[in-house]
Structure formats: structure tokens, C-alpha cells
């Protein structure tokens, strides 16, 4: 009866509980952050010249030009489009033996380490420098590009499929195996229909990145619509560059869209 | 003996239909694909593609002495690439949170006008690579750090955005509710509510995403944005190939580095 209800409450701390590891860990940020900000020279009066450019570049935007370089942003778009296309399809293509191999629960414990490694160098290198290194020994054009994307999905659709290949009930592939059935066959009647709707998704979700990353590596010489944009952006023609951009924003929304809807279809 | 005769039949996986469909299909892409490549290789030069091994093999052998003494040269812009990402991922978040709230349907103040503004802002980030965005920030602002922190920044907004608005629409409404039921305005719901429960996946995707903007801060100095692929663009162009194979490595281990912290940190938080 004696004891007063408290009148103020205070929110307990959620991650970190120390409070001593709690002020350091702010000490340290701050430390950080006037180091960090201290080393970015910023040359002011150039960023001031430059908010003209940033105007006209905005400017260009809301009023974007299609037609007067239209033949060069079809040629990009074309080859950004087929370039996306053959290289989903020969990097999934590529990827499904390699992911088969990296999965732990079928695959020999040799060819797993093989097919792993490949996966992982894959995925550390970037798009960009895979492809400055194939302008280098393929030429410039889409073939060096079609080959980057190809790469990079292997890395991409072979690591998710062998997550999945090995995360799949092991009670329908006894059931396959107790009727005799051989290796290749336990792979086409218990792994394939459990993991192929997923498949399907990713190969999707993969064309809609290779697009993406279509645009970016025309940068370094990998053709496609990143090569159109670069000539457009050093020769200050903003408003020819702001229909690529838009061009290349309405495509990706298209294939999010169409993509999502068609994964809810096939799952 | 009728009745036998409808045993006889072999048991197949698909139907007749379906199979016929599945054919198709397959077919129609076989054709898209054909079609794609003939378009897409119609200008390629096959010399050059030919001569490939070659030129790898010449390339191989260029690079393979790594110039380790090169090393100590791009301790300074390692550390701006740092920078880069981290600073870049600060600014992302600080513009994606609100557009995080105003795009999450429970909490969006107008889901008429404000959300579908959101909504484009976080697909237009999204859908443009930070490459891009610093080709664009260097052309307006100049060369050097400053143009690729925003870079990073401008491409973080649509990937946090887009999982941190996800995160706030699976919020449990009951605890929302009880809250509300206490009388609390509405920045007092936000803040009891709402904020703790996406805290951890918001440090979650934070992190990740410094993950992801420690890689791409690497390549942005190809377009002048600063970093150490400035000096990967000087090493390019001078064709320097063994200094080349020292960034590359010294690229590599730093991704390596920065997985495995946000791995461990992701683990701990989550």
C-alpha cells in the first residue's frame, strides 16, 4: 500500500545493453565522422558553377528529348535488350549443372568444392570489372557485355540454386530413390519439381538486374544503352539523357511489375 | 477385359495438353533467344573474338608479377573509398526514412498523393545504378568525393526505402493499437509502436547496404567520383597491368573484409 506507483517511465535500451559499450560505441561515430568529413575536400566554387549544369540537367529531365538522337537510343536499347535476353538465358543455362554440383546433398564432396569456388569468384568480382576486362580481350560491342551478364548470373543463379537444391524435403527424394531410381532420375522426379517454381522466379528477378546492369556497363565499352547515355552525359546533352533515364526507369518498372506478377502466377 | 485396357496406360508426368504447351513454350524462347542473338552479334567483330585467348593469355602475363610496391600509394584513396560508402550510406538513410514512412501504407499521411510520389522516388533510385548517378553528379558538381557520397546516397534510398516501408507494413497492428489505445498522439505511436519493432531489421538492411555501397565505391572513381578506382582508371589507361592486379586484390580482400563484418554484425543484431 506503502509504495508508490512510479509516475515516469524510460524505454530500456534495445540492442546494446552496457551503457559503457553504449558511449563508446557514440564516441567512436563521432571520432569517425570529423575524420571522414575532414578528409572530403569539397572545391565549393565548382559545386557552385555546377548548380547551373544541375538545373538544366533537371530541366532536361521534365522535358526529355526522344526524338532528335532517337536512332542512337534505339540501337542502345536494342542491344541492351537483346544483350539481357541471351545472356539470362545462357547464364541459367550454365548455372543449373554448376548449381546441381555445389549442392551439397547430391553432388560428390570433389565436385561440390569445384563448382563452390567457381560460384564464389563469381560473385566477388563486380560486373564493371569483369567487363572492363572482356572489352579488353573481346573487343567493344555487346558480345564483351552479353558475356559479363552471363558471368555474373552464373554466380547469382547457381549460388541461390544450390541453397535451394539443399534445403529440399528429404523424405520425397528417399521416396524416389526406395523405387531404384537412379541418380539422374532422383534429380529430374524428387529435386526438379521442388525447386523449378523457384527457378523460374529467379531466372525473372535475374533478367530484370541484367537490364539494370546492361545500362552501367556500356560505361567502360560493353555497348548497350549505358554506352548512348555516356555519350549523351559528356556532351552536355541533358535533356537526350533524361529520356535514356526515363526510358531506363520505365523499362525496370515494367519488368519489376510483370515479373512479380508473373512469379505469383507460377508459385 | 474393358476395364484392363484402361490400366494399360503408361503413367506419365503431364498430361497430353500440358505437355504440348510446355513444348511450345520452350520453342518460343528457343526462337527469342536465336532471334536476340543473331540481332545482338549482327556487328560483332568475330576476328576479335577469335583472337580472345590470345589477348588473355598476353594480358595474364602482364599481370602476374603484381607490383606490391605500388601498395602503399592507394592506402589514401582505400580510406576515401571508405568514406565514400560510409558517408553515403548515412545519407541514404537520413532521406530514406521519411520516404520509408510516407510509402508504408499504414503510416503514409496521404495515400493518394504522397505514396505514389514515394513510391516513384524509391523505383527512379532504384532502377539507376550508382555508376550512373555519379557519371551524372560528376558532370554537375565535379570531380571527386563529394560526387560519389551523393551517389551512393541517391542509389541507397530506393533499397532501404523499399525494404524498410516493407518492414513497417508487416508491423503487428496489436501493438499498435494498444498503444494507441493509452492515448498516445500520433509521433508517440510512431516512436513506441512502430520504431522498435522495425529497429532491427532497419539496422539489419543498414548494414547490408554498406555492405553492398563498400563494393560499388570501389568501381565509381572510373567516372572521376574519387576512391580507389581512380587510380584503377589511371592504372587502366597507362596500362599499367601490374599495378591493375594490385588494386584488384587490394579490392577483393577489402570486400571480403566488409561481407564478413556485416555477416557477423547482421548475426548479432538479428
Known amino acids: 500500500m506503502s509504495s508508490a506507483y512510479p509516475t515516469s517511465w524510460k524505454r530500456p535500451p534495445q540492442i546494446i545493453k552496457d551503457r559503457r559499450w553504449r558511449i563508446a560505441i557514440q564516441i567512436g561515430i563521432v571520432v569517425y565522422l570529423v ?17 547551373e549544369r544541375g538545373q538544366r540537367f533537371i530541366m ?67 560486373e564493371i570489372i569483369i567487363a572492363i576486362f572482356l572489352v579488353a580481350m573481346f573487343g567493344f560491342g555487346p558480345f564483351a557485355g552479353f558475356l559479363t551478364l552471363s558471368f555474373a548470373t552464373i554466380g547469382f543463379i547457381a549460388k541461390l540454386l544450390a541453397d535451394d537444391i539443399e534445403e529440399i524435403e528429404e523424405a520425397q527424394a528417399e521416396a524416389i530413390r526406395a523405387t531404384g531410381a537412379s541418380w539422374w532420375q532422383v534429380v529430374n522426379y524428387a529435386v526438379q519439381p521442388q525447386v523449378m517454381p523457384r527457378l523460374i522466379g529467379l531466372s525473372l528477378y535475374r533478367l530484370d538486374i541484367n ?57 | 477385359m474393358t476395364e484392363l485396357s484402361h490400366h494399360s496406360q503408361i503413367w506419365t508426368y503431364r498430361t497430353p495438353r500440358a505437355r504440348l504447351l510446355l513444348w511450345g513454350g520452350w520453342l518460343a524462347l528457343v526462337a527469342l533467344f536465336v532471334y536476340c542473338w543473331q540481332v545482338m552479334t549482327a556487328r560483332t567483330m568475330w576476328v576479335f573474338v577469335w583472337d580472345a585467348p590470345t589477348q588473355a593469355a598476353d594480358i595474364g602475363s602482364r599481370m602476374m608479377p603484381p607490383r606490391w610496391s605500388y601498395l602503399p600509394e592507394l592506402m589514401g584513396p582505400l580510406w576515401d573509398t571508405i568514406n565514400i560508402a560510409t558517408l553515403g550510406t548515412l545519407g541514404g538513410v537520413i532521406m530514406a526514412v521519411p520516404i520509408a514512412f510516407v510509402a508504408a501504407r499504414n503510416t503514409s499521411p496521404s495515400l493518394l498523393i504522397l505514396r505514389p510520389i514515394a513510391l516513384f522516388i524509391i523505383v527512379a533510385s532504384r532502377s539507376i545504378n550508382s ?9 554537375i558538381i565535379g570531380p571527386g568525393l563529394l560526387a560519389g557520397i551523393i551517389a551512393i546516397a541517391l542509389r541507397s534510398i530506393g533499397f532501404i526505402g523499399k525494404l524498410l516501408y516493407e518492414a513497417i507494413e508487416e508491423t503487428d497492428a496489436k501493438q499498435i493499437e494498444a498503444i494507441t489505445a493509452t ?44 576512391g580507389i578506382g581512380l587510380k584503377l582508371n589511371a592504372s587502366l589507361n597507362t596500362l599499367a597491368w601490374g599495378q591493375i592486379s594490385v588494386i584488384l586484390l587490394l579490392i577483393l580482400g577489402t570486400v571480403v573484409v566488409s561481407e564478413w563484418v556485416s555477416s557477423k554484425m547482421r548475426h548479432a543484431i538479428i
Open chain 2, 131 to 139: 555508376l550512373i548517378w555519379a557519371l551524372l553528379l560528376v558532370a
Open chain 1, 211 to 267: 537490364f539494370r546492369e546492361s545500362a552501367v556497363i556500356g560505361i567502360v565499352g560493353a555497348g548497350g544503352i549505358g554506352a548512348t547515355l555516356n555519350t549523351a552525359i559528356s556532351r552536355y546533352e541533358y535533356d537526350s539523357a533524361g529520356a535514356i533515364l526515363l526510358i531506363i526507369i520505365a523499362i525496370v518498372m515494367v519488368a519489376e511489375y510483370s515479373s512479380s506478377y508473373l512469379r505469383k502466377f507460377l508459385q
Open chain 1, 60 to 126: 532536361g529531365f521534365l522535358q526529355p528529348d526522344f526524338t532528335s538522337r532517337w536512332r542512337d537510343i534505339s540501337t542502345g536499347l536494342v542491344e541492351s535488350l537483346t544483350m539481357t535476353l541471351t545472356s539470362t538465358v545462357v547464364g541459367v543455362a550454365i548455372s543449373v549443372p554448376i548449381g546441381i554440383g555445389a549442392a551439397r546433398n547430391i553432388a560428390p564432396h570433389w565436385i561440390y568444392a569445384i563448382c563452390r569456388s567457381i560460384i564464389a569468384v563469381s560473385r566477388a568480382l563486380q
Open chain 2, 183 to 226: 492515448g498516445a498522439s500520433g509521433v508517440q505511436v510512431l516512436s513506441y509502436a512502430i520504431v522498435p519493432q522495425i529497429m532491427p531489421a532497419f539496422w539489419g538492411i543498414t548494414v547490408f547496404r554498406w555492405d553492398i555501397n563498400i563494393r560499388e565505391s570501389a568501381i565509381l572513381g572510373l567516372v572521376g567520383a574519387g
Open chain 1, 35 to 51: 575524420l571522414a568529413i575532414s578528409t572530403v575536400d569539397v572545391n565549393w566554387a565548382r559545386v557552385y558553377e555546377g548548380l
